[in-house]
């Protein structure tokens, strides 16, 4: 804790860097998977490709792409964009099973009636089924945060910015303190961003909530 108190502008500076490292590939990934999700949720084939895709995405050595991206996007292998890329890669494929996923528990009648007023599939995947869908969403999105979060550091065995500075330099000087102020720090960031994108998704899906008053209330009559 001493090493985090004594070093606290540095390691805030470090901090910003290793959040929009973090950050940025979630936006990506969201941009990319939202459309291509919902375009492939109706198609079987399709769907199926996608996931299997993802999930080999998924299960590649963050190391390994950090070693394959540069040059096949010709960039340097300390360049933070590599890291991005790769992030990029891992939350648009968990983002990607995860949108047709959440976008079945959509109910069918709903789906019915917005087509019988005139919702053309453009209109009504942003305007009805997404944001009905949220709330099984966001439980993805949680975790793509605090795992894009967490892989962040593994940049640093590749000379890229971020918290994981503190582990890799604590290691060499055989210093713990710092090792642990990178731990602490990581771990407020998972924890403070998974609170947040969930208040999000509550405050976006304002129903659950008053569904969830309606189920109780009739609980509390009958007691």
Same mark, same amino acid.
Request: proline residues 6%.
């Given at each position: 804790?001493?090493?985090?108190?004594?070093? /606290?502008?540095?390691?805030?500076?470090?901090?910003?860097?290793?959040?929009? %490292?973090?950050?940025? +590939?979630? !936006?990506?990934?969201?941009?990319?998977?939202?459309?291509?999700?919902?375009?492939?949720?109706?198609?079987?084939?399709?769907?199926?490709?996608?996931?299997?895709?993802?999930? !080999?995405?998924?299960?590649? +050595?963050?190391?390994?792409? /950090?070693?394959?991206?540069? +040059?096949?996007?010709?960039?340097?292998?300390?360049?933070?964009?590599?890291?991005?890329?790769?992030?990029?890669?891992?939350?648009?494929?968990?983002?990607?099973?995860?949108?047709?996923?959440? %976008?079945?528990?959509?109910?069918?009648?709903?789906?019915?009636?917005?087509?019988?007023?005139? &919702?053309?599939?453009?209109?009504?995947?942003?305007?009805?089924?997404?944001? %009905?869908?949220?709330?099984? &969403?966001?439980?993805?999105?949680?975790?793509?945060?605090?795992?894009?979060?967490?892989?962040?550091?593994?940049?640093? !065995?590749?000379?890229?910015?971020?918290?994981?500075? !503190?582990?890799?330099?604590?290691?060499?000087?055989?210093?713990?303190?710092?090792?642990?102020?990178?731990?602490?720090?990581?771990?407020?960031?998972?924890?403070? &961003?998974?609170?947040?994108?969930?208040?999000?998704?509550?405050?976006?899906?304002?129903?659950?909530?008053?569904?969830?008053?309606?189920?109780?209330?009739?609980?509390?009559?009958?007691?």
């Amino acid at each position: 804790m001493r090493y985090l108190i004594d070093n /606290f502008a540095e390691i805030m500076a470090i901090t910003r860097t290793h959040l929009v %490292l973090a950050l940025v +590939p979630l !936006l990506l990934g969201l941009v990319i998977a939202i459309p291509f999700g919902a375009v492939i949720r109706g198609r079987g084939l399709a769907r199926k490709i996608t996931t299997t895709a993802s999930s !080999l995405a998924y299960t590649i +050595p963050s190391l390994a792409l /950090f070693v394959i991206i540069p +040059p096949l996007v010709g960039i340097s292998a300390i360049d933070p964009l590599n890291v991005i890329i790769a992030l990029t890669v891992y939350s648009t494929a968990l983002l990607l099973i995860a949108v047709p996923t959440a %976008l079945d528990t959509v109910p069918v009648g709903v789906v019915d009636a917005a087509d019988a007023i005139g &919702f053309g599939r453009l209109r009504r995947t942003p305007t009805v089924d997404m944001p %009905l869908a949220l709330p099984v &969403f966001v439980s993805t999105l949680r975790v793509v945060v605090v795992t894009n979060i967490a892989m962040v550091s593994v940049g640093a !065995l590749i000379g890229v910015g971020g918290l994981g500075k !503190l582990f890799t330099q604590g290691y060499q000087r055989d210093y713990p303190d710092q090792i642990v102020a990178g731990i602490i720090v990581t771990l407020a960031l998972a924890l403070i &961003f998974d609170r947040l994108v969930f208040l999000l998704g509550r405050i976006a899906t304002p129903w659950t909530r008053a569904d969830a008053r309606r189920q109780r209330t009739p609980r509390a009559a009958a007691g």
